[in-house]
């Protein structure tokens, strides 16, 4: 690596062959044989080569999908060995599978009458093993760790990390299993973050200059290290010693240790998520007690709550109804730490991955359906027309419908659309239409990628979206207020349209408006509808302070945006990277550096209380 080219600065090589990353949302690769100078302005990047000379590009998505199906039966010694077989996915054993595009998709399961593990998945042994007691759940807690270690998952007496060199490390932590998993995964994983500088990306990185004075080994050497002599180094540095240092984990994936959710394991490891076992389902329908709270305290004061008397105020019935046709899907329960560690959950079922990964690119533009099923909601429906397609870069198509017939919305819901959003009633029997209520469970196909119901009590109809087709959505689990469910739309709308997941959508949301406690996720949380006009969607948390000004950025992880990969805000005097999603704090900046900051591109900016946006707090626009 012999240079890096960040938008406030520039390179002028002299001639000699380059390779140049041009990596985005696809990795791509420029080599050229010239001088070279490059430069950045807030909008694009600029190559100029000084010769008339020949470009080889080089092309390719990220691994995202598995690359085929392993059999397995019920049975804990079956599963185990399919497990076992998932680290075939990395195209790497060092320290550079931190990097996620070196982690593919492991491969599918489904259950049969006896484990068939095809020979494409047969992988080089790493000389680690993790033995557990033979049981399903031990199982799914172990398997992202086995998965990132590349490690053999067989039947032990004692949870334990063991290694070809007969090194040990136990995992029977008091607080449980999951536990021990946890903390080897996050240590083994931030440290190969830091190790890997030593390899062929040595970035500047801001994780190992806090940590490496605290280390007793030598990055370089560790590096150079097998798979199984280097977790062996790194589990010997005592889990006290690196835990100040280590960024929270973020995602948590909760389900039942029983046969029908052998399927999500995939999807699961893929995500590197921490696996917790739950003894029996959590009914989704059943309001979040901390929701409530926030509600009733919303509530209370709100003098547009008082005059809820007219059912206009309130998005669909004053009473929580029972679910009438709830979907009979297993699903698990995935918990995100947001700003000031707010939990935002989504229930997931299977389907929603398995229609992730079954839906193929679409040309054309971003299409958006918007529903506006009540007249006198339409205050949310012009906020939201000028929401959508604001990007020059993107070409967005956005369609309105007013007060649909329960055939038309069936309609509208069947074509292939990026996003559907729905402004109006839903109850237990289902959306309400000109000439009655559609319920969700009849639809038969969904061609919406993600949605919004902004409507009462919306989440069973929206995993009957998901089951039907579509990969996630945001929903309600109760009443919400109308002027509430407007600021929430158009607020969701904007940051989804800037590249957001929905469950960063989400979290931005309730630090705008209360009401926003009410809404939850259902299928993967992760999905986006376009680009991050940063590249990595991340909002800045501004303390203006009597005598300095503080920010934070915070980065978001997606479908596309994965964990370990690198961030870099362009915020001086930030001049390390951070690994993704790792929270930049403190950074003391002036009033200039964050102005050059917010000409960077529109993202959102939690300044005295709300959310506000960068390109509005630029001085010429203020």
């Known amino acids: 690596m012999v240079a890096k080219v960040p938008p406030s600065e520039q390179a002028d090589l002299p001639h000699g062959e380059y390779t140049l990353d041009l990596s985005g949302p696809i990795k791509v690769y420029a080599k050229v044989e010239s001088s070279a100078y490059i430069y950045s302005d807030s909008k694009q990047t600029y190559i100029n080569l000084g010769d008339s000379t020949q470009v080889i ?15 397995t039966t019920t049975d804990p010694a079956d599963v185990m060995a399919a497990v076992s077989a998932f680290g075939s996915a990395l195209k790497t054993t060092t320290p550079e599978r931190t990097y996620p595009t070196l982690r593919g998709h492991p491969p599918r399961l489904k259950l049969g009458d006896e484990l068939h593990i095809p020979n494409k998945f047969n992988r080089k042994e790493t000389g680690i093993r993790i033995e557990i007691p033979a049981t399903l759940q031990n199982t799914f807690v172990v398997a992202p760790l086995a998965y990132y270690l590349r490690a053999d998952v067989v039947p032990g007496t004692n949870p334990e990390l063991i290694t070809e060199s007969g090194y040990r490390y136990s995992l029977d932590c008091e607080n449980g299993l999951d536990t021990a998993v946890k903390r080897v995964l996050r240590q083994v994983f931030f440290l190969g973050c830091v190790v890997r500088t030593e390899g062929t990306t040595p970035l500047p990185l801001h994780e190992r200059e806090i940590v490496e004075p605290v280390l007793d080994f030598d990055p370089k050497i560790a590096y150079h290290q097998s798979l199984a002599e280097r977790v062996k180094t790194f589990l010997k540095v005592p889990y006290s010693t690196l835990q100040p240092y280590l960024p929270n984990w973020q995602l948590e ?9 052998i399927k999500f394991l995939p999807f699961v490891t893929n995500d590197l998520a921490v696996v917790k076992i739950q003894e029996e389902s959590n009914d989704p329908s059943l309001a979040d007690p901390v929701a409530e709270k926030a509600i009733n305290e919303f509530t209370r004061d709100s003098s547009d709550f008082v005059r809820s008397a007219s059912s206009h105020n309130i998005r669909g019935n004053k009473t929580i109804s029972t679910p009438s046709n709830p979907p009979h899907l297993p699903t698990i329960q995935q918990s995100w730490t947001g700003i000031e560690n707010a939990e935002i959950t989504s229930t997931a079922p299977l389907v929603a991955y398995e229609n992730s990964i079954g839906r193929t690119p679409k040309d054309g533009p971003i299409e958006i359906k918007v529903v506006c099923n009540d007249p006198d909601m339409r205050e949310e429906l012009k906020s939201v027309n000028g929401t959508y397609g604001t990007r020059k870069e993107l070409p967005f198509e956005t369609t309105i419908h007013y007060e649909l017939t329960t055939s038309a919305l069936t309609e509208v819901l069947a074509k292939e659309s990026d996003f ?3 402004i109006g009633h839903i109850d237990a029997e289902g959306f309400q239409c000109s000439d009655g209520k559609l319920n969700a469970a009849t639809v038969d196909t969904v061609g919406a990628k993600a949605f919004l119901l902004n409507a009462c009590q919306s989440q069973e109809q929206g995993l009957h979206l998901v089951k039907a087709g579509s990969i996630g959505g945001i929903v309600t689990l109760g009443n919400v207020v109308n002027s509430g469910a407007v600021s929430i739309g158009s607020l969701i709308a904007r940051l989804l349209n800037l590249g957001f997941p929905l469950y960063g959508a989400l979290d931005i949301t309730r630090q705008e408006n209360i009401v926003g406690q009410q809404y939850r996720m259902v299928g993967d949380a992760r999905t986006t509808i376009a680009q ?6 991340n909002v800045c948390l501004v303390n203006d302070g009597k005598e300095e000004i503080r920010a934070d950025v915070v980065p978001y992880i997606s479908a596309e945006i994965r964990r370990g990969g690198v961030f870099f805000p362009y915020l001086e005097p930030v001049d390390l990277y951070s690994v993704i999603p790792h929270r930049i704090e403190d950074i003391i900046v002036t009033n200039s550096q964050l102005e050059d900051f917010y000409n960077e591109g529109e993202f959102p900016v939690l300044l005295n209380g709300g959310v506000q946006w960068s390109d509005e707090l630029l001085s010429d626009n203020v």
């Open 57 to 71: 590009l080089g092309a390719r998505s990220f691994h995202e999908r598995p690359a085929g199906t392993i059999t």
């Open 253 to 261: 994936t909760k389900f039942e240790p029983t046969a029908k959710y």
């Open 420 to 422: 559907f959003h729905y």
């Open 532 to 537: 991050s006009e940063t590249r990595i969607p």
